[in-house]
């Protein structure tokens, strides 16, 4: 894959979103898609990023193999798996448009009510059915453009989980999810031998900004780093609206 100087840069901003979101900010990874739908339609972007997320997976799992919530997983595990299945069978007739756009909303969407939102209160219990809900709607949006985070936080930010359970969670989980993509997207023609170079050498990147990720969920107050990322995946999303809307 041919990528301009530009396409490059935002490449490894994507890359190194991707590894902030497995060392334990998943909202990073948000921005991910939109940034390279700025220079290539968001199928592709998807296809060349899937295999930088699954090299990624695998640090942010030991990093946090003793840090997760069973629970959550066991509802959300079989969800994401329906949602899958939703986009891998309508991904023939879904169209590029119709796809950025619903990136663009999604995001804009989420980043509006992370503006507004406030953590409070006791943990709380899963529950199933708000589980399945929007476990599948995380299945579909991570399958269409790997913007799973925004449903998964819908369900766990309300659980008030510990912030390094919480971080831990959403990197087993969305292990599970990547690589049950991997088979679809072959068939599909996304991941293919002519991104796979540019994929792997954007992994190295990714797989070293996850350590930053643990370090920032650690020592540094991640409402800072979360205003930063929220502002930005907005101002990005509003950019793909337009572009959806104006073709």
């Known amino acids: 894959m041919e990528l301009s100087l530009l396409g ?9 979103m991707v590894g902030l979101s497995k060392g334990g900010i998943p909202m990073a990874a948000s921005i991910s898609v939109p940034v390279l739908t700025i220079v290539m339609d968001p199928v592709a972007a ?12 695998m640090f942010g799992l030991w990093a946090y193999r003793k840090h997760f919530d069973k629970r959550v ?37 989420f980043a509006l ?3 507004f939102r406030h953590r409070h209160g006791a943990r709380q219990e899963a529950k199933v059915a708000p589980g399945v809900f929007w476990g599948t709607i995380a299945g579909f949006t991570s399958f269409v453009s790997h913007s799973g985070a925004p449903p998964f936080q819908a369900y766990t930010i309300p659980l008030n989980l510990p912030k390094q359970v919480f971080a831990g969670t959403a990197t087993v989980l969305f ?6 993509k991997l088979g679809p997207f072959i068939a599909l023609g996304e991941v293919n031998w002519d991104s796979l170079g540019t994929a792997l050498i954007l992994a190295i990147p990714a797989s070293a900004s996850v350590f930053l990720g643990v370090w920032l969920v650690k020592r540094m107050p991640t ?21 959806a809307i104006t073709g």
């Not at 490059?8 to 190194?16: G, R």
């Not at 998807?46 to 997976?57: E, F």
């Open 8 to 16: 490059w840069a935002l490449a490894l901003l994507a890359a190194v």
């Open 46 to 57: 998807a296809g060349l990023l899937l295999p930088v997320y699954i090299v990624a997976d």
């Open 73 to 109: 997983l066991a509802i959300m595990i079989p969800a994401t798996t329906i949602g899958i299945g939703i986009g891998w069978a309508t991904a023939e007739v879904v169209s590029e448009r119709w796809v950025t756009l619903m990136v663009g909303v999604i995001g804009a969407l």
């Open 113 to 115: 009510n992370a503006l």
């Open 175 to 180: 292990t599970y999810v990547n690589l049950a």
């Open 223 to 243: 409402e800072i780093f979360f205003k930063v990322v929220i502002w930005a995946l907005l101002l990005i999303s509003l950019k793909l609206i337009q572009q």
